[in-house]
């Protein structure tokens, strides 16, 4: 067994000669601040573990433990550890002006480089899983890895266009870096054939002069090529149009076709689509993208689909069709199974232009939280909307990473996380019937646990239905000088809010599953199931929206109309005017709750007032019947975040391990109302707005005409609405 410190020693101490071989396992590891080496003996039991939590010039974990391993092992030996730690440190400090002296051997005088404005811009491995920004500050070039502040540093003129950077080491000291780590970089700018810097070859020279090399693009290129690309192929919708009337709607049908099936064609097979007809339609397909059109662009001669037309009819109707009729074998039968099946065909009916949900849905109003009210929405997708909500879906899996119970393990995620998180249909739309006892501003189905994990699930947000509550709803509990800016945030933040909720809030968590046949999350949490999972989602949702890249990501920043900042401001203020709201479904004399997310919003509330260190307060002034909810916005990140991450971790935990003790303990303590709480109520009774009444559009059909009528937004336009639909 050798020493790992033999870069530093020129007689490596050999441990256990003359002993019996035996077999051993030895792990060594570096991270910021400390070292650890760890050496087990299977056959003699013995373990050698040695912990450092200081960085020292020469590898001293390793020294101990093989200082330890040659008094137990015996045979030759003997070394004398102290000299060899002398000649180590010796080494060590002698490794700077070395590699000084190798860079200056090598360095060509008197030449200089292109402008040093000429070399800025962020530089990225083809990987794409490193990249270094590189700019002018004070006259000097520097660079940044990774975007971290802590990680900056300078860059010394070398020749040409070539900089040099080599730590001290004091200033590797400072920065905990490992004693054997890299010492120095040559970053040789490259160019094109007109001169202009395009990328870099970043030469390495460790301690012993190995070089490896690597090529970098800059991503001001890598941008340029693919908006240039982008803007190309958005060309063919001119083309589209210039081929011919029909060539547009067309190509629609075929990516609305894809999009359906999720590019699974064989899905389409089946009583009503053979292989044969399918296969000549993708055919037909494949040669009008490859055209652009319906018309070849070589000789200018129309071509057709050598299918019957009554095939198109059933294709563009085959996936809502299939839940439709599943729906009706479960309402005509009352089998679980054909509406289990119908949530399946559902979320693989990726964002179609009319959304539907029937069926009985939410455990909400049962006691026990277990049976299901029936509900029915039909709805129009809003594309623009939904094109937003997908940069979301498309990043969502980086956003879990930065939830509080993410840990290396599981790329990141943690092991109370799903190994994979496949992103979901996420889309925005507009309710045209909205059949409810509950007007949800979102919707994420289905809720049976086994087929979200196994098949997916799928994020409704109903954009008009909180466009109505942003511009209805009165605001009494927020002071009369905030009460503007409140209303102008409150549907940016609610709706962003809602979407996290929906998406990150009940599309995330592991749950552990052992030997429990005909376990459900609900049946095993009963009352509570529902009022928690609505407020792990709610946490969720808040833990994320004071995140300056994620408010980026929705055209949130400091420069915008809405200050990315004023808006997690403006959702603070939300935080407690909803749970001050929530109070008014408590109902005293049983000390049972109403309403499951007026319950989660209060114990949100109670949460911040208890563990958030002031960043809310609530201001009650029983004379007059007021009530004021005030946020210190300097204490958001640092008091207001940490709190709502604590109980979110909280009930994360209880949930994934089916932990119902421990979750009704901590639930119901967040959740109870008694003392000022209790006065806070009737000031909230005494103070509340009318209900929100909801006026929902009828459609007639009038021959081979559907129309729309709307009704005014008063109580008999309500009434009339109900009237004209002769139920």
Known sequence: MQSLNNGLLRNVPLIGKGTRPQVFFAHSSSVAGSLSTVILLPETC??????????????????????????????????????????????????????????????????????????????????????????????????????????????????YDTFAWLMTDDEEAERARYVQAIGAYKFVFQTDDIDRVTGFKEAIFAPHGSVSTKTCNT???????????????????????????????????????????????????????????????????????SNVGNYYGSGDQKFIPSV??????????????????????????????????????????????VENIFGFVEPYRDPQG????????????????????????????????????????????GPFEKSLFEPPDCSSIHALAYCSSIIFPGINLPNYNDIRQEDGFKNVIISNRMIAESQAIQYPLVEESEAEQFKKHRFHAYYWWVVLHELLGHGTGQMMVENADGQTWTGQFGDLAT???????????????????????????????????????????????????????????????????????????????QDGGGVITVAHNKLEHSLKVRVDRSKIRTHGKPALGNMLLHLHMFRCTADTKGCRTYYEKLSSVNGEYIEWRETVLATKPPPLIFTQANTFLGGDTVTLKEYEPTAEGVIASWAERQI
């Open 370 to 413: 277990v049976r299901a009210e029936f509900e029915a929405l039909v709805a129009i997708a809003d594309d623009k909307e939904t094109l937003l909500l997908t940069k979301l879906v498309d990043n969502s899996a980086r956003f879990i990473r930065w939830l509080p119970w993410a840990t290396p393990k599981n790329d990141g995620k």
């Open 46 to 159: 013995i373990a050698v573990v040695v912990l450092v939590n200081s960085k020292p010039t020469c590898d001293s974990s390793d020294f101990i433990t093989i200082m330890i391993l040659e008094r137990l092992l015996g045979g030759c030996g003997g070394h004398d550890f102290a000299e060899l730690t002398r000649e180590a440190l010796d080494k060590a400090s002698r490794r700077y002006s070395e590699q000084k002296a190798e860079l200056e051997s090598s360095r060509v005088l008197h030449t200089s480089p292109k402008p040093l404005n000429e070399h800025r811009g962020r530089y990225s491995w083809k990987s794409k899983s490193l990249f270094v920004d590189v700019f002018v500050e004070d006259d000097k070039l520097k660079f940044q890895v990774m975007g971290r502040s802590d990680q900056i540093y300078g860059l010394e003129h070398y020749h």
């Open 219 to 289: 991503v001001e290129q890598s941008d340029m090529l693919n908006i240039q690309s982008s803007a190309a192929w958005l060309g063919a919708r001119i083309i589209l149009r210039q081929v011919s009337p029909e060539a547009s709607s067309i190509y629609d049908f075929v990516i609305e076709l894809h999009r359906s099936c999720s590019g699974d064609w064989n899905s389409l097979i089946g009583n009503e689509v053979n292989s044969v007809e399918l296969q000549a339609l993708l055919t037909y397909m494949a040669t009008f993208l």
């Open 531 to 609: 009022t928690v999972d609505e407020c792990r989602a709610e946490f969720v949702g808040a833990y994320l929206m004071d995140d300056s890249e994620l408010l980026a990501l929705f055209g949130f920043t400091d420069s915008s109309e809405i200050c990315a900042e004023d808006l997690t401001y403006n959702l603070y203020l939300q935080l407690g005017v909803d749970g001050l709201r929530g109070l008014s479904n408590y109902n005293v004399q049983s000390n049972n709750w109403g309403q499951a997310h007026s319950r989660a919003h209060f114990a949100i509330l109670k949460c911040l007032l």
């Open 308 to 353: 019957d037309k009554s095939l198109l009819h059933k294709l563009a109707t085959r996936s809502t069709r299939s839940v439709i009729s599943a729906y009706i074998e479960s309402f005509e039968t009352g089998s679980l199974d054909a509406y289990r099946k119908s949530q399946r065909l559902w979320v693989r009916d990726k964002a179609p232009r």
